[in-house]
T-cell receptor
Framework: KQEVTQIPAALSVPEGENLVLNCSFT??????LQWFRQDPGKGLTSLLL?????REQTSGRLNASLDKSSGRSTLYIAASQPGDSATYLC???????????FGTGTSLTVIP | DTGVSQNPRHKITKRGQNVTFRCDPI?????LYWYRQTLGQGPEFLTY????????KSRLLSDRFSAERPKGSFSTLEIQRTEQGDSAMYLC???????????FGPGTRLTVT
């Protein structure tokens, strides 16, 4: 079974800092990898999806990278803002793509 | 509104009662997924549909749980004889196809007292 780990579990940074969130997975036979954001008590908002053949994907201040062979992905957030405060989750489907295995998330707090 | 919607948003029920949740996916999406999320954890897969066919069920989905997607549109998730351990956020997601980007609804928070 795919195991997805996210480190750190919690992160607190001052506004304006650049930061990196980490996601690792045990089975490199993945279809793609998706990063989500979740605000307290809410559903998940898709941020970025990286196909297994891609190395990077960018959207605004967010950049996600994927290294399938080492089982790792990173989410880089540039010039963090208080509105970025949320829990960030990574998720991977197996090659059959039928479901997503989620990590437990990184809770980010950006201090004004 | 073109997003995934879920109703109700909150449900409080007494142990032993039956509850039913509804999910309306994005209209052109043929895949629909149900997940359960407890506090401090990532979502856990429960089941998914390809159009009206339920193709996979997790071991988490006990006999008290049943899901349907009549006509391949909206889906319902029913929990019979609820237990306190069923208290969680129930999330629905939809996608255009296998392995493609999933879009989530706001979730239904169930509290069993």
């Amino acid at each position: 079974k795919q195991e997805v780990t996210q480190i750190p579990a919690a992160l607190s940074v001052p506004e304006g800092e650049n930061l990196v969130l980490n996601c690792s997975f045990t089975d490199s036979a993945i279809y793609n990898l998706q990063w989500f954001r979740q605000d307290p008590g809410k559903g998940l908002t898709s941020l970025l999806l990286i196909q297994s053949s891609q190395r990077e994907q960018t959207s605004g201040r967010l950049n996600a990278s994927l290294d399938k062979s080492s089982g790792r992905s990173t989410l880089y957030i540039a010039a963090s803002q208080p509105g970025d405060s949320a829990t960030y989750l990574c998720a991977v489907p197996p090659n059959t793509g039928n479901q997503f295995y989620f990590g437990t998330g990184t809770s980010l707090t950006v201090i004004p | 509104d073109t997003g995934v919607s879920q109703n109700p948003r909150h449900k409080i029920t007494k142990r032993g009662q039956n509850v039913t949740f509804r999910c309306d996916p994005i209209s052109e999406h043929n895949r629909l997924y149900w997940y359960r999320q407890t506090l401090g954890q990532g979502p856990e897969f429960l089941t998914y549909f390809q159009n009206e066919a339920q193709l996979e069920k997790s071991r988490l989905l006990s006999d008290r749980f049943s899901a349907e997607r009549p006509k391949g549109s909206f889906s319902t998730l029913e929990i019979q004889r609820t237990e306190q351990g069923d208290s969680a956020m129930y999330l629905c997601a939809s996608s255009l196809g296998e392995g493609l980007e999933q879009y989530f609804g706001p979730g239904t928070r169930l509290t069993v007292t």
